[in-house]
């Protein structure tokens, strides 16, 4: 079962389950927010129920799980041929969600998951092992590794230095005359 809903100015189609980023909202981490303005709603089989413009009373729950900053758009002016430049970044706030339940007359759908309610910022930590340890993901020491008996190594074979003289070595023809 899913529907589709109106929030920001923006649509969305969502089920039980998802996990959706939408413009920021008020709320606490795990409030319960509900969006009655569904605009669709369907089911298995094909059962459509299409809103005039939205379905009465149809509401879709969701549980709170951060509001952060999204990514960054860079806004660049430039002028040409007089020397003006303007870079000037952006983060836009959002809000991100877990759709929980799903209702509209005879249908209904929740969602038997678990809402964690750890943000992005601390799950992109773990993922490049920079968390703190009391946010770290427990670890599993393994057992000893057995012990193996070293191979006897031969020695290392070393260059001689060769031994340089003053004197011509014995036995050479040029010395003799």
Sequence with gaps: MYAVIKT?????RVQPGDLLVVEKLDGDVGAQVAFDQ?????GEGGD??????????AVVTAT???TRKGEKVKIFKKI???????TRGHRQFETVLRVTGLEAGAH?????????LTPKLVLD??????????????????APAPVVEAAVEAPKKTRAKKAKSDAAPEGDAGSEA
């Design 125 to 142: 930590a773990r993922a490049r092992g920079l968390a703190p340890r009391a946010e770290a993901a427990p670890v599993v020491e393994a």
């Design 80 to 86: 040409r041929r007089q020397g003006y430049r303007r």
């Design 38 to 42: 569904v605009l669709m709603v369907g």
């Design 64 to 66: 709170l799980i951060e």
């Design 8 to 12: 920001g100015g923006k649509q969305y």
């Design 48 to 57: 459509v129920l299409v809103g005039a413009p939205t379905v009465d009373g």
């Design 108 to 116: 209904t759908a929740k969602w038997d998951g678990v809402v964690d």
